[in-house]
């Protein structure tokens, strides 16, 4: 089992940054993989980005490339999550997820098997 609390969300005025954490606990050689997830209300969870442990590499959605910023710690005990130039339309829960897949698709919620509670994160126009 994998443990994975989020911190760092709270309230921004648009253009503002936040850096949101996620430390993971318990068996984290098991995962391959973390990623970061938002929930909109009244809106489905989507992918935001994510991290491959095996060659580093990265993947981002299209609404945050160029604003955000994923990284983590060599350990993986944690990822963060550099938000710039934040907008209204970024307001959301934001969770972090492991996978423990060796082949996964990093946009795919079905690919992670463990998740945090999230963190609110409200940007103010």
């Known amino acids: 089992q994998v443990q994975l609390v989020e911190s760092g969300g709270g309230l921004v005025q648009a253009g503002g940054s936040l850096r949101l954490s996620c430390a993971a606990s318990?068996?984290?050689?098991?995962?391959?993989?973390m990623g970061w997830f938002r929930r909109a209300h009244g809106k489905e969870r989507e992918s935001v980005a994510a991290?491959?442990?095996?060659?580093?590499?990265?993947y981002y959605a299209d609404s945050v490339k160029g604003r955000f910023t994923i990284s983590s710690d060599n350990a993986k005990n944690a990822v963060y999550l550099q938000m710039n130039s934040l907008k209204p339309e970024d307001t959301a829960v934001y969770h972090c997820a492991a996978t423990k897949a060796i082949i996964w698709r990093m946009d795919t919620t079905s690919s992670y098997d463990y998740w945090g509670q999230g963190t609110q994160v409200t940007v103010s126009s």
């Open positions: 991290i491959r442990w095996s060659d580093g590499h990265i």
């Open positions: 318990g068996r984290t050689s098991s995962s391959n993989g």
